[in-house]
């Protein structure tokens, strides 16, 4: 009788590694064996770093009012979203959404989610880390007091990895109104508290939760150094605050050409590693910047300017436009106003519409995403190395 051939145990991880999380999650029932090499930290690293080529965008539908929960949550490819994108909130891409106030963003595959409650003329605030592919979610994080009846201040908060140190980050910048400082506070993940790290000139900004990027957060808005040497008439000036988490730092970048005159919101997100600043030019053109790499502010390039005419929007009913994903040379946008989607090929100025099921009371945010198997209370180690991952399975 002939022997059963084996399959050489290289092998066997090479051909794991490329497989989805949602097959790897089956597979742990194999063997005790298995099970232990799929969690184990330098296979769950080789995967991510292969899964990471199959970049997926989560889209939130949310209240208008940024401390509403969020209502509903889609994971769709880049490029089925482009094909197809009034499909987005159908049954096939929802997914059941953690009870949690809001989405501070997304980081190899874990989100984080952040809640707050006032109690006691304290307001507390805690977050909570989150992997919709193995659907395994965190402790709550110890609760970060801020203690004032009145509250008079406000929160930026972000979620970012920090490379040099290993480690998932939360960062609050909270405004004391009567210095005008902002005290950044630092939670790490497995860490028993929160860290004061820094104090740095108030920031005033559009959008509370700041964009990931690089192993750094970032928001759009106006320093309060800048509202003290301009004029209404030279409002068009903007800047980015951009808190490094590797070096406890903060930056302030200066977002070029823009000609902002309050018609609507600027609007921060990150485009295919770049972060991406979308203006509206005096309700005449639709402007696109991308700074090509988040630590140079040299690095500004205009992606697109085009006329609203050009892209079919009446400028007479112009509402909020967002960006929601690039795949090639087709940009996928967001119109509020018009409740639809709008595609736009950038070669051949091409404009596609088409209409979505989206109430006028909600927007819609862009998450990047890419399934791992991350667990939400590690680190990624580099404590294994290939060898044992060999000899777990011999």
């Known amino acids: 009788m002939a022997s059963t051939p084996i399959i050489p145990c290289e092998l066997i991880v090479e051909i794991l590694s490329w497989l989805p999380v949602k097959t790897l999650m089956r597979f742990r029932c194999v063997s005790k064996t298995w099970k232990s090499l799929i969690f184990n930290s330098y296979f769950v690293k080789l995967h991510l770093e292969r899964t990471s080529r199959n970049m997926q965008v989560l889209l939130k539908l949310k209240d208008e009012d940024d401390d509403e929960p969020c ?31 809001s989405i501070l963003g997304s980081c190899n595959g874990l989100f984080c ?70 005290n950044v506070w630092v939670y790490c993940m497995g860490d028993t508290c929160w860290k004061n790290i820094l ?13 990931s990027l690089d192993g750094t957060v970032n928001w759009i808005g106006f320093s309060r150094e800048f509202y003290k040497r301009v004029t209404f008439a030279d409002i068009e000036i903007l800047e980015i ?15 070029p050409d823009c000609n902002f005159q309050f018609f609507s919101e600027p609007y921060l ?22 700074l090509i790499e988040v630590r140079d502010e040299r690095s500004w390039t205009k992606l697109l300017n085009i006329p609203y005419e050009s892209l079919q ?51 819609m945010v862009s998450f990047n995403y890419v399934p791992s198997l ?8 580099f404590l294994s190395n290939y060898a044992s991952v060999v000899r777990t399975l011999s």
């Not at 304290?122 to 919709?132: D, S």
């Not at 104090?199 to 900004?205: D, G, I, Q, R, V």
């Open 71 to 101: 209502t509903l949550a889609s994971f769709c490819s880049t490029s089925s979203l482009i094909q197809n994108p009034a499909s987005s909130f159908d049954d096939s891409h929802q997914h059941p959404f953690a009870p949690l106030k």
């Open 113 to 182: 989610l952040h809640d707050s409650l006032f109690v006691d003329e304290c307001e507390e605030h805690w977050v909570r880390f989150w992997n919709p592919a193995t659907k395994i979610m965190s402790e709550p994080s110890p609760r970060l007091c801020i203690r004032s009846p009145k509250k008079p201040y406000y929160t930026k908060r972000g979620y970012c990895y920090d490379d040099w140190s290993d480690t998932f980050k939360v960062v609050a910048m909270i405004l004391e109104k009567k210095t005008q400082q902002m």
């Open 199 to 211: 104090t740095c000139p108030s920031f005033s900004t559009f959008e509370q939760v700041g964009c």
């Open 241 to 255: 605050l951009s808190y490094d988490v590797r070096t406890d730092s903060c930056r302030y970048l200066t977002v």
């Open 269 to 290: 997100a990150v485009l295919n590693d770049c972060l991406c600043v979308s203006i509206d030019d005096e309700r005449i053109n639709f402007v696109v910047l991308l």
């Open 313 to 363: 929007i009446n400028t007479f009913l112009l509402g909020e436009l967002r960006i929601l994903c690039l795949s090639g040379d087709v940009l996928l946008l967001a119109n509020y106003e018009e409740n639809g989607f709008i595609l736009f090929n950038m070669k051949d100025n091409k404009v596609e519409r088409t209409e979505s099921f989206i109430d006028f009371e909600f927007h």
């Open 374 to 381: 991350l667990l939400p209370h590690w680190k990624i180690y």
